[in-house]
């Protein structure tokens, strides 16, 4: 159970005893049905983390809704997009095991988290992990419901896979961007697991370099 959950909840608890002891038991229906949402949505269950080398799990619980293509900065990568519902866990975890090299939080609008626009004008916490020479960049995306996103590790903290960083409350979206280079595992309209989804397989640095100087030689 994530802390908010708590904080959420034994107000409304409170609320619901005081109504009943003053007005009426039917009076505290109400905030009890809410103090039990509050409680089931901040759940937060184990996760088996798969172990398999290069392997890039999923950040958060949710729909695959775009696997695409993308340029950054001149570089080709792959960009798999994640949908959130209200329905789903909302703890964010690494992908992969590595450094924390930037983190970057930026405001933004509160556009539907399944409209493609939402990925660039929407608040959002971007944060880069590198780890085994490869860079990973995921996003945490606020919703038309969303309004706080939370990160608690810093720049060069390490991570593992799987670890759990952070939550984006009610209904959200998470965007992961790696080497196109990687193995997609996913596909759209795929259910994912936070931690436990394998979204792709990154090819090592130095079979990439191998692969590049074979290539070179054969251009030549």
């Not at 696997?67 to 975890?93: A, C, D, M, W």
């Not at 790696?178 to 394998?198: C, H, L, M, P, Y």
Request: no cysteine; net charge positive; proline share 5%.
């Amino acid at each position: 159970m994530v802390r908010d959950g708590y904080l959420y909840a034994f107000p409304l608890i409170a609320a619901a005893i005081l109504l009943g002891w003053l007005a009426s038991p039917v009076w505290a229906v109400l905030p009890i049905l809410l103090a039990a949402f509050f409680l089931w949505f901040f759940r937060d269950p184990e996760r088996a983390i798969p172990q398999e080398a290069g392997a890039v799990v999923s950040p958060g619980d949710g729909k695959v809704t775009d696997v695409s293509p993308v340029v950054v900065r001149g570089e080709k990568q792959t960009r798999i997009s994640i949908f959130l519902s209200v329905f789903n866990v909302h703890v964010n975890r690494s992908p992969i095991a590595g450094v924390v090299r930037d983190v970057l939080y930026q405001r933004g609008k509160y556009l539907n988290a399944m409209n493609q626009a939402s990925a660039e004008l929407n608040e959002q916490n971007i944060v880069t992990v590198e780890g085994d020479g490869q860079t990973v960049v995921f996003k945490q995306i606020a919703g038309l419901l969303a309004r706080r996103i939370v990160f608690n590790p810093k720049v060069g903290d390490r991570l593992q896979r799987g670890q759990r960083v952070g939550l984006i409350k009610f209904g959200s979206r998470v965007d992961v961007l790696f080497d196109a280079s990687a193995r997609v595992n996913v596909k759209i309209g795929d259910t994912v697991e936070g931690g436990a989804s394998v979204l792709a397989y990154l090819q090592p640095k130095r079979e990439l370099a191998a692969a590049g100087t074979a290539a070179a030689e054969r251009a030549r």
